[in-house]
Nanobody
């Protein structure tokens, strides 16, 4: 599975962005997908995850109520809608995929995109 993220950019505090993760190569609907982020000098952290069907989702506490993960398997794409962005959301955002159920540990994801930068200015 090849993953390509898009949608990052420079926004102001309180703005919104929608990231997309487009997949190719295999039957994407068989894969759970997660978004991780990594800020400079920090570890890569889970942001949100979604199961293969799109029914089950999981969010990190800092983004609950502000971010929404969704998927459209007919388009082989997963989205991350980010609202009410804060400067602390600044990071490189990566999507990752794995077969079976989603997990919160990044090392258990086999496929990764190249990342997209999100910068939120105050």
């Amino acid at each position: 599975v090849q993953l390509v993220e898009a949608g990052g950019g420079l926004v102001q505090d309180g703005d919104s962005l929608r990231l997309s993760c487009a997949a190719s190569g295999r039957t994407f609907s068989n894969y759970a997908v997660a978004w991780f982020r990594q800020a400079p000098g920090k570890e890569r952290d889970l942001v949100a995850a979604i199961d293969w069907s799109g029914v089950i989702t999981n969010y990190a506490d800092p983004v609950k109520g502000r971010f929404t993960i969704s998927r459209d398997n007919s388009k082989n794409t997963v989205y991350l809608q980010m609202n009410a962005l804060k400067p602390e959301d600044t990071a490189v955002y990566y999507c990752a995929a794995r077969q079976r159920s989603f997990v919160t540990t990044d090392t258990l994801y086999r496929y990764w995109g190249q990342g997209t930068q999100v910068t939120v200015s105050s």
